[in-house]
């Protein structure tokens, strides 16, 4: 079977069993605790925990899984074995509370052996037995179902069955859990080791299936009770199943060490290889790094970049770019490990990106967002290439300084000649430096250490990247987190949606160092959240008022009004007349709540617009929506050129002016419309609130908008920039806040065409008229400049004195700047003949002094970068140059004319 049968084998078969084939889940998680997607069941996790209700009974799947980074990975062992993957799938089948124990394990053994004819003497299962101080207690269940099911077979249960206290699967400390039976095979030549390598590590007994019974729950104190619900969770990694497919040659052949990589899954990627560096892959393994052959080498390389490209292009098609931080870190150490290996081939720049057809050739079929995100992926490759291209050779120049150093001490311990017994490695500082300097994963410092009998202090490296990391947040500006003794937690209710003004009850006063807040039952003020600032107003309580200056949101979901902090003049007493329990009328300022809500609905229209433009690989990476002005971040690969900006603002403001309509709605997490945008990384829970803006734009969002987009008026990017590498931000202004925008640039342009005497409609051709005659002026200019410069340099040569064979030229001249003050240097010393030639004058406040030297001059130990040097920290400054030409610029401009004047050679 080829692995594309594999695969579609598997899904029939549980189609038939009345399971959904559901879609893979995204790389990119809905757990914020997660780097990626990693295993089969994380898009099911809501359903097993009870936050949301599954929707069909049963599922199957294959899964798309990245271990890199993390808990999970498997990054550093790739292309070593014949196993080890950062990208994979998983095969997996569920039941929700549907069936159990006896149809998972029946229908297993009903795949394997009637099914893909897999040799039945040869697989072994394997069932719950905890050891001394674990979990739970014996797997009866699925111990007696094997048995039957071995027995129905021929086989002895005795042989075919053991018990292993591995077999035990959690979510964690507490919650869900429970017992799990795994299937494997014996590959070795007879097939007669009854049982003896199950679990025993060897590659010639390998797992093929896991089946997990999630049926307790584990509580605090250590013990278990039954769940409500049983659940079935089973995975089969792909890649392993074809992997021993081809290696067997469908199970005819038995003996050899199975490899994934022998499959068709990798053979497309090793002939494009083959085609690009002219190695064929060996199918060899090292048995010890430092020692291996150069096959060996190339092979390993072979495996590193099939695995790898798959796994960047599955994730860049997810909207997972490469970049600085977290998971989107983890994608750029893959991406220039890549690279690295691929030098080892010799291969260029921009072969990777050139592997990007065949991930799409092999994978496009069963994932589709691979084809439609095709040309979108090999610009973010290639991109990312070149980036790393530009540092790399000058990173390698400094490894291999590094790498002699500690070499060079290595052999100084060895010779002797150092009393410290310790072996030298490359210290945390180098290491950061290149990390730091010229985008060096440690992992690649390590790498390429390795390869030379090295090592790395990797703990150093780690106490390095903290710091640095401290130094960022220090620079951050901080946010208060505001906790208020003996509150009751409870959540604020927003009804602010349908009103801006209400009667409310006083819940709670929160008092911190510098401010005060008021809580209410239920409040119609907007607290910040969501990129959208909170609302200001006035909240009255009979005849006492309090401006609100903001509105936050505390951690148990209660919104904090805040007004003038305490100990401020008429506010003290003011907080002393009011308590819990009385009602008070709360306004918010309805002017600046309608122009935040036209920033915010334009948000969703512009984030539209970007996709539409640039591609669907744009996710938003953050917003931030005030009274003013929108800040749109999202993730893209390269700056957006001016056309694409022009047609960006364009479709926007067509929206804009169609005065679509805007509606909201509440639905369950699971029944949300297919094409509606949900942030990965956010925890939504059963319900969510969807905005719908004309049908053209629906996002997951909980803030205020407008009700249809004529409301917004028109839309004019202000700005656009890059704020981290692969993350770009969009400044954008509407409604009112655009109208007062453009009344300060008409107001500055009619100031400046008055200023010119031009007309307004007139003011760029008079202004390209004066630019074209100050150019022909400073021509002029400059030419007389150089004529006096010439007459200067005339006279000076006439006071030069002689010393000996050189001649010397020290004054304090005019110069309009330094490069001025340089090129009269220069005609000096090129009239003069041998000798030194030292100016000096004062610009903006400042000395700035230069210096010349003959040949004859420097021979005679007359150098310039000395000279300057010296006369620089007489005037409380500093400088330096070449033995020729020196200059440098002093605070102490007073003493300028005497310093010069007692200069003697």
Sequence with gaps: MTSDQIRQSFLDFFASKQHAVVPSASLMPDAPNLLFTNAGMNQFVPYFLGEREAPYPRATDTQKCIRAGGKHNDLEDVGLDTYHHTFFEMLGNWSFGDYFKKESLEWSWELLTKVWKLPKERLYATVYQPGEGDPATFDQEAFD??????????????????????????????????????????????????????????????????????????????????????????????????????????????????????SDVFTAFFDRLTELCGHKYQYTLPENLDTASEVEMKDVTFRVLADHARCLCCAIADGILPGNEG???????????????????????????????????????????????????????????????????????????????????????????????????????????LYDTHGFPIDLTVLLAKQRGLSVDTAGFEVEMEEQRAKARASQKKSDILVSDGASGEATTFIGFDTLADEAELIDIVKSEDASYLVFNHTPFYAEMGGQVGDTGHIDFDDRHFEVLDTVKDASGRFLHKIEACGEQGRTSDLNTIAPGQEANLIVNHSRRRSIERHHSATHVLHWALRKVLGTHVRQAGSYVDDQRLRFDFAHFEAIKPEQLAEIETLCNQRLLANNQVRWFETPFDEKPEDVIAFFGEKYGDVVRVVDIGGFSKELCGGTHVRATGEIGLLKIASESAIAAGTRRVEAIVGDALYSHINDIEATLATAAKNISAAPAELVKKIDTLLARNAELEKQLKSFQQKASGN??????????????????????????????????????????????????????????????????????????????????????????KPDFAMGGAANVDKLESVLKAFSL
């Design 792 to 881: 200067l340099a005339d006279d000076l040569i006439k006071t030069a004195q002689e010393v000996g064979d050189l001649k010397l030229v020290a004054a304090k001249v005019e110069a309009s700047d330094p490069n001025a003050l340089r090129q009269l240097g220069a005609n000096v010393i090129g009239k003069l003949g041998e000798g030194v030639v030292v100016l000096g004058a004062e610009v903006k406040g400042k000395a700035s002094i230069v210096a010349f030297s003959s040949q004859a001059a420097i021979q005679a130990g007359h150098k310039a970068g000395d000279i300057i040097r010296n006369l620089t920290s007489q005037l409380d400054g500093k400088g330096g140059g």
């Design 327 to 433: 998971r989107n870190y983890v994608l750029r150490r893959i991406l220039r490990r890549a690279v690295m290996y691929g030098r080892k081939l010799g291969l260029e720049n921009g072969f990777f990106a050139g592997l990007v057809p065949t991930v799409v050739e092999k994978l496009g079929h069963v994932f589709p967002e691979l084809e439609e995100q095709k040309e979108v992926i090999q610009k973010i490759i290639k991109s990312e290439e070149d980036a790393f291209g530009r540092t790399l050779d000058r990173g390698l120049q400094l490894f291999e300084r590094i790498a002699q150093k500690v070499e060079m001490k290595n052999r100084e311990y060895a010779d002797g000649e150092k009393t410290n017994p310790m072996v030298a490695q490359i210290n945390r500082k180098d290491a950061f430096t």
């Design 145 to 262: 179902i094997w048995t039957e099911i071995f027995k129905k077979d021929g086989l002895d249960p005795d042989i075919h069955l053991i018990k292993s206290d591995e077999c035990f699967w959690a979510m964690g400390d507490t919650g869900p859990c429970g017992p799990c039976s795994e299937i494997h095979i014996d590959l070795t030549e007879k097939g007669d080791t009854k049982g003896a390598l199950v679990d025993g590590d060897s590659p010639y007994c390998m797992e093929l299936w896991n089946n997990v019974f999630i049926q307790m729950n584990g509580k605090p104190d250590g013990t278990y009770e039954p769940l409500k619900n049983k659940y079935v969770d089973t995975g089969m990694g792909f890649e392993r199943v074809a992997g021993i497919f081809a290696t067997t040659k469908n199970f005819t052949e038995f003996g050899a060490v199975p490899s994934n990589y022998n």
